[in-house]
């Protein structure tokens, strides 16, 4: 393979891996309209219960989708540590924020809404560095 078929193919590795990390990206952005929506009822949130349906499912999108990029970073870009393991990072405090979310909603813990909003900016931050890192120096094992 030539230097410049090598150079391509990561490219393409890091791009597949930027494509994952920005639709989780997304699916997390999509978590806060989701509950914009939900929590305009004046707090009545049974009101629009298919609104919370539909957050939590968005939840379990987001862990696949980071849980998929971790896999990626793992088999394609291994010698890009800082974008596996910040992936790793990323779906193990999704798995956290979908239980917390959880215990506001199946276990009428309410005060943890104080916990898990803060939180939801943590978690899209650390998405938002991920995906600007991802296509500096797509360095390959
Ligand atoms: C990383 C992003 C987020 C994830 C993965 C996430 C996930 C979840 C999950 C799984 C639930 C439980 C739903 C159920 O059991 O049916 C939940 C509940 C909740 N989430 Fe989030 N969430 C995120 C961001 C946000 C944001 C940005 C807000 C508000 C601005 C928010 C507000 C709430 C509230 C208020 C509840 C409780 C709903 C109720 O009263 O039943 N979440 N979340």
Redesign the pocket.
Known sequence: MTRTEMSRSATERSTLFTVVIGLAALA?LL??LW??I??QHDGA?DAASSW??L??M???V??GLAALATVLGLVQLRARRDLWIGSLVLTAL?VL??Y???L???AGQ?TL?AV??P???A??ALAVSLLLRAPRGSTVD
């Open positions: 997390i978590q806060g509950a914009g939900f929590l949130r919370i349906d957050h939590a968005g939840g379990y987001a862990i999704l924020e979908v917390l979310g959880g506001i909603r199946d309410d809404t898990h909003v939180f939801a900016l978690i899209m």
